[in-house]
């Protein structure tokens, strides 16, 4: 009979618990909508005290980091108070993250996720600047969901910023193995080729990635952009060569204008690589011919540019 008391009377005390966390867990949440930080990190570590197992704890690991997060204040870096709050910060990420990543509940896993985010930006270098904590967190995002690019590209960031270019090569080959048909992966890919220099493997990402959205004028004007840009600082060009990026950059401008005829970028684009085209041209009735030809695309864009802006004002 005294054991059966004990348990009910143990019993009585979980429901209290559990009760009382889902009181301080609203309170919290009031708290944090009205972005009153401090008063819902006080809330939030209520509700875990009350009922530490619980789904309303494990959820409130995630807001009681953030709130500390916010409370955080990168200007006052260095000063042991505020130091303390991105460490309380990512303290709780990471139980939200481990807690809650692994969860059968679709909320939870999304919750999981965002914690495993804000994890790794607090290792990033606006905060704690350690990437190599922040690498295997990066490297966990990825295990968990290995089909999202956009974790790829933070783990290939992180190699990038520490100059470990190969690493970095090799996981944006990864993101496109992974997702071979997202024309985002080659814009991304294309973007790190041209911060190495690497003009051709630029021009071939993109390509690659052009061949992936045939319909989208935009990937092929940026091509374009690119020869245009080349061809226009890269002294190291033979004339030969300069001649053969005008000519690809005005195949590629023409393709974006044959899917969107009144394209003003690319009319625009045009016209600055037929004046590239002029300046090469020895014969004065081409070159003209050639310069004409740019100034009628000028004004066509002006004209088009101002049919938009009245659309947008009537």
């Excluded at 071939?204 to 061809?231: L, M, Q, R, S, V």
């Amino acid at each position: 009979m005294f054991v059966a008391t004990l348990a009910v009377a143990a019993g009585g005390c979980g429901k209290v618990g559990e009760l009382k966390a889902k009181k301080a867990l609203k309170d919290a949440n009031q708290a944090y909508q009205a972005q009153d930080y401090k008063k819902a990190a006080e809330l939030y570590e209520e509700t875990i005290q009350a009922a530490p197992d619980t789904e309303e704890a494990h959820q409130a690991y995630f807001y009681l980091g953030n709130s500390y997060d916010n409370l955080y204040k990168p200007g006052k870096k260095g000063e042991p108070e505020n130091d303390a709050l991105l460490q309380k910060a990512v303290d709780n990420y990471q139980k939200a993250a481990d807690t809650l990543s692994t969860s059968s509940a679709e909320a939870d896993k999304k919750l999981g996720k965002l914690s495993y985010q804000y994890l790794a930006a607090s290792y990033g270098p606006d905060k704690l600047n350690d990437p190599g904590k922040e690498e295997p967190i990066v490297q966990k995002m990825i295990q968990l969901e290995p089909n999202d690019p956009t974790n790829y590209f933070a783990l290939a960031k992180i190699y990038e910023d520490a100059g470990a270019y190969d690493q970095a090569e090799q996981v944006y080959l990864k993101a496109k193995e992974m997702r071979p048909n997202d024309p985002d992966v080659y814009s991304r890919l294309a973007g790190f080729y041209n911060r190495q220099g690497e003009f051709e493997k630029t021009i071939a990402a993109f390509e690659e990635g052009a061949a992936k959205d045939p319909k989208n004028p935009e990937a092929h004007f940026i091509i374009a952009t690119y020869y245009w840009d080349d061809a226009q600082k890269n002294f190291r060009l033979t004339p030969d060569q300069k001649k053969d990026h005008i000519q690809k950059g005005l195949a590629e401008v023409d393709k974006a204008l044959q899917i969107k005829p009144d394209y003003v970028d690319a009319l625009v684009y045009k016209g600055l690589l037929l004046r590239l085209q002029a300046l090469m041209e020895k014969d004065p009735a081409k070159q003209q011919a050639l310069l004409k030809e740019a100034v009628s695309l000028h004004d066509k864009a002006e004209e088009l540019r101002k049919q938009k802006t009245a659309g947008v004002t009537k």
